[in-house]
């Protein structure tokens, strides 16, 4: 440890990893039970937009996606033997979730525009009948 000031004891680092080892397992059993209730909630609620249902699916499984990337950070953190590889992971993680978001907020807006301009009804021969023009 004395060749290297920036050294993290074995014990501190094995507890850092159990440490992220129990957030994991506690985020699993978090994310599991919100797909459940979110199961439930669609099957209740037969009115509600598909659109809008769609983005609720999206929402959850970006969120699942960046806790997962920061627990995963986090687990590569702790096994960073120098400042150079913290920077380095630190570097990588941000510029990765820096693309991960831009392309979770598109899709999220694509979505959403969907459903605040939805598509035109199809015209009936009953509109035709009554002297519509279209």
């Given amino acids: 440890m004395a060749d290297n000031p920036y050294e993290i004891p074995p ?3 094995d507890f850092a ?3 992220v080892d129990q957030a994991k397992k506690a985020f699993d059993g978090f994310m599991n039970a919100a797909h ?3 199961g439930g909630f669609n099957l209740s609620s037969e009115a509600m ?3 809008t249902k769609d983005i609720g699916h999206k929402a959850l499984g970006y969120a ?4 997962n990337a920061a627990l995963d950070f986090a687990a590569r953190l702790v096994s ?3 400042p150079q590889e913290i920077l380095k992971l630190q570097s990588d993680f941000l510029r990765t ?3 991960a978001f831009g392309e979770q907020a598109k899709e999220i807006g694509t979505a959403a525009a969907k459903i605040a301009v939805p598509p ?3 015209k009936t021969r009953g509109d035709k009948a009554r002297g519509d023009k279209s």
């Fill in 80 to 82: 960073a033997r120098d």
């Fill in 11 to 13: 014990e501190m680092r």
């Fill in 97 to 99: 979730q820096a693309q």
């Fill in 49 to 51: 937009h598909s659109g």
């Fill in 36 to 38: 459940k209730a979110a």
């Fill in 17 to 19: 990893e159990k440490s």
């Fill in 64 to 67: 699942e996606q960046n806790v």
């Fill in 120 to 122: 035109e009804a199809p």
